[in-house]
């Protein structure tokens, strides 16, 4: 179901960049507009001034691939998240020889390949940092459940062979009942 979902997020977000890198021109995007109501804001709470247009787009280059990397991190079965690394980069790529062969108005560079790269790296580590957690989990959850059975076995089998009443005493002392779950000594 993650993969799935994933997936489906991955190609709508992935249709909203195509959108957004591939207009003839940003105007009818209106991405003028919002930078210059970004940039006045952040210099209302205290932004310097050397921070640009030119600053404001790299952020929000990374900023706008961090989604593309999380989502393709996540769609990725097992480890193939790692190829996120090297599709999106390349993707970004793609984008920028598209938008200095056949789009006149759109300007090609370099640093967006870069700032689009850091971001889809960042958020692919987010996602395979948020997978390992997740596995992790899963990992002490499937344990407790076998500790939990292994139990009932045991309480089972007891219950169907004679107890030993010196055994039961002496492994009470000691701090061994068979019906405590385990303590986790992390």
Known sequence: MRVGLATALF?????????????PSLDGVGVDTV???????LYRLGMP????????????????FVPLGFLLGLALPGWGWWLALILLPAFSGGIEWAQG???????S???DVISNSL??????????????MVHARDAKVLERARWEDQQERRRSRARRAPQDPDRTAVLDQLGFAEDRA???RR
Do not use: H
Not at 11 to 23: D, E, H, K, N, Q
Not at 121 to 128: K, L, N, Q, V
């Open 11 to 23: 190609a709508a977000y992935l249709a909203f960049v195509l959108w957004v890198t591939m207009s």
């Open 35 to 41: 930078a210059d109501r970004v940039l006045r804001v």
């Open 49 to 64: 001034d050397a921070f640009g247009y030119m600053e404001l787009e790299f952020v929000a280059n990374i900023g706008m």
């Open 101 to 107: 062969e056949f789009l006149p108005n759109r300007v």
């Open 109 to 111: 560079d370099l640093r």
């Open 119 to 132: 971001g889809a790296w960042i958020g692919t580590f987010i996602a395979a940092t948020l997978r390992g």
């Open 182 to 184: 385990p303590v986790s």
